[in-house]
């Protein structure tokens, strides 16, 4: 078990540029949720996935915002045109929904700097 | 809607130490879960102990202990026998159970802790 993984950890790019993010979840996993993290706050929910079906959009999740699962296995989180207050943690989790365990597991982050 | 309130921005403690971070969590839904993340400055969230709203004994996981009183809406995470390692951001998460939302995490603002000598 290799844990959840993410690509890249860092990410410095533009304003107006688009950016992409991968997350591979732990094998098995079928729900993977991504988060958006800013400085001295918690994580916030932005969207996960059951399986391939995307079934819950934060209102965080602006239109530029899109994310995919198109296997059921990684998933991908594109910005559009981004903005300064874009720049945050973009943290990806996974859990499998088997049994009474509920907790997430989650990866090392992308750290995105807008500039 | 939930909220998490975690109202220690900083905490410090000796080594050896036993310390207790609070955190206070507000629902109308009977079924959630409550959880303790630790997150070191090198950013990655590490699951510590979970507590279902039904369970009827405190959660524990090695030295670590989730004092939970349902009456208060409180889950204090207990941390015995502190060590260095054990510096790092503390967040305390809960996650509706049943009702549909598909068990995603509320955060609250996270507690640092420091381990000292």
């Known amino acids: 078990d290799t844990g959840v993984s993410q690509d890249p950890r860092h990410k410095i790019t533009k304003r107006g540029q688009n950016v992409t993010f991968r997350c591979d979840p732990i094998?098995?996993?079928?729900?993977l949720y991504w988060y958006r993290q800013t400085l001295g706050q918690g994580p916030e929910f932005l969207t996960y996935f059951q399986n391939e079906a995307q079934l819950e959009k934060s209102r965080l999740l602006s239109d530029r915002f899109s994310a995919e699962r198109p296997k059921g296995s990684f998933s991908t989180l594109e910005i559009q045109r981004t903005e300064q207050g874009d720049s945050a943690m973009y943290l990806c989790?996974?859990?499998?929904?088997?049994?009474?365990?509920?907790?997430?597991?989650f990866g090392p982050g992308t750290r995105l700097t807008v500039t | 809607a939930q909220k998490i309130t975690q109202t220690q921005p900083g905490m410090f403690v000796q080594e050896k130490e036993a310390v207790t971070l609070d955190c206070t969590y507000d629902t109308s839904d009977p079924s959630y879960g409550l959880f303790w993340y630790k997150q070191p400055s090198s950013g990655e969230m590490i699951f510590l102990i979970y507590?279902?709203?039904?369970?009827?004994q405190n959660a524990t996981e090695g030295r670590y202990s989730l004092n939970f009183q349902k009456a208060r809406k409180s889950a204090n995470l207990v941390i015995s026998a502190s060590q260095l390692g054990d510096s790092a951001m503390y967040f305390c998460a809960m996650s509706l159970i049943l009702t549909g939302g598909g068990n995603k995490l509320t955060f609250g603002t996270g507690t640092q802790l420091k381990v000292e000598l």
């Open positions: 507590q279902g709203s039904y369970d009827q």
């Open positions: 989790a996974s859990r499998e929904t088997s049994g009474n365990s509920y907790e997430q597991y």
């Open positions: 094998s098995e996993h079928n729900r």
